[in-house]
C-alpha cells in the first residue's frame, strides 16, 4: 500500500517548457487535489477533482491544466512554464469532504 | 474573505509542553484541521475540529472555539522529533482547505 506517489520527485524547467506532474493514489479516494507551496505561505490549492471525469479549479489555477485520468490517477500540466511557478507541488487525496487528506512526497519544480 | 493567522516560528525545550495558536476570519466553516510537516517532507493529519471543546489523542491535542474564531494545538512531553513545522486550515463553506503559514518549531534540549 504505497498511499499517493508523485513523479518526478525534482525537475528544472526553462521559461517557456511543458512538463507534466503525475499522481497516484491506491486508498480507492474519490478526491484528489493539487497544491502549491512556497516559503513563508500557506498550501494553495491549484485546481481538485471530486471524482473520475470531473476537475474544478482552485484558489490558483492560472497557467495550469488537469486531468483526471481515472480514479487513481490525477494529472497536473504546466504549458508553458514561468519562473513564478517555481514552487513544491504536492497532490493529496481524500475519502470525501470533510476528510483529512493524505499528501505525496512532493514535486520540487525550478523554473530558470 | 478568509484568513488565518499562526505564529511563524516558537521555540521550546524538550519534555515541556507548548501551544501553538491558530485564528481564522471566515464567511462559511466546516471543520479546522492540524497538519504537521517536518522540513522536506509532506503534511501528516494530526486532528480535525469541527465542534467546540477539546480533541485529545495521545501527547497532542486541538481545542476550537468557533464563536471566536480560535484553535490552538497543544504538545505535551516535547520530543525532539516534534521539531516541525505546524499547519492550521480552515475547511470553507466549498470544502476547501484554506491554509495558515504554518508555526516552525524548534525543540531544544
Known amino acids: 500500500n504505497a498511499g499517493v506517489t508523485q513523479t518526478p520527485k525534482f525537475r528544472v524547467l526553462k521559461t517557456g517548457q511543458s512538463m507534466t506532474l503525475l499522481c497516484a493514489q491506491d486508498m480507492n479516494h474519490e478526491y484528489m487535489y493539487w497544491y502549491r507551496q512556497d516559503p513563508g505561505m500557506g498550501l494553495r490549492l491549484i485546481h481538485y477533482?471530486?471524482?473520475?471525469?470531473?476537475?474544478a479549479k482552485g484558489e490558483v489555477p492560472d497557467g495550469y491544466n488537469v486531468s483526471r485520468l481515472n480514479k487513481r490517477e490525477f494529472s497536473l500540466r504546466l504549458e508553458s512554464a514561468a519562473p513564478s511557478q517555481t514552487s513544491v507541488y504536492f497532490c493529496?487525496?481524500?475519502?470525501?469532504?470533510?476528510?483529512?487528506?493524505?499528501f505525496g512526497p512532493g514535486t520540487r519544480l525550478t523554473v530558470t | 474573505g478568509q484568513n488565518i493567522d499562526q505564529p511563524t516560528e516558537m521555540t521550546a525545550t524538550e519534555g515541556a509542553i507548548v501551544q501553538i495558536n491558530c485564528t481564522y476570519q471566515t464567511s462559511g466553516f466546516n471543520g479546522l484541521f492540524w497538519y504537521q510537516q517536518h522540513a522536506g517532507e509532506a503534511p501528516t493529519f494530526l486532528s480535525y475540529n469541527v465542534l467546540d471543546g477539546l480533541e485529545e489523542k495521545g501527547r497532542f491535542s486541538s481545542f476550537l472555539s468557533r464563536s471566536k474564531g480560535y484553535s490552538y494545538l497543544l504538545l505535551k512531553e516535547l520530543q525532539m522529533k516534534d521539531s516541525a513545522s505546524y499547519l492550521c486550515a480552515l475547511m470553507d463553506s466549498n470544502y476547501q482547505l484554506i491554509w495558515g503559514a504554518g508555526t516552525k518549531l524548534i525543540i531544544k534540549p
Open positions: 493529496a487525496s481524500s475519502l470525501r469532504d470533510p476528510h483529512e487528506q493524505y
Open positions: 477533482s471530486v471524482g473520475e471525469g470531473t476537475t
